[in-house]
């Protein structure tokens, strides 16, 4: 390390990690994308749970029409 790197690191001038950290925006795409897609994926769960209890209820309604004939 260069003495200057070695003197900001020190703390003249240099930039706590808090604001660092909330500063850098990398991977900030990446985390966007993964919210969209769990939100995506809880609607799809929900729409599905929802369907199957409907098709249930359809399939015993022709289970039972077949048995009774």
């Given at each position: 390390m260069s003495r200057t790197?070695?003197?900001l690191?020190?703390?003249a001038g240099a930039v706590p990690p808090k604001r660092r950290f909330?500063?850098?925006a990398r991977g900030a795409?990446?985390?966007e994308y993964a919210l969209i897609s769990g939100l995506?994926?809880?609607?799809?769960?929900?729409?599905l749970r929802l369907?199957?209890?409907k098709v249930s209820t359809v399939y015993q309604?022709?289970?039972?029409a077949v048995?009774?004939?």
């Open positions: 790197a070695v003197e690191s020190k703390g909330a500063a850098d795409t990446s985390i995506v994926f809880l609607a799809i769960v929900g729409s369907y199957a209890s309604t022709i289970g039972n048995s009774q004939n």
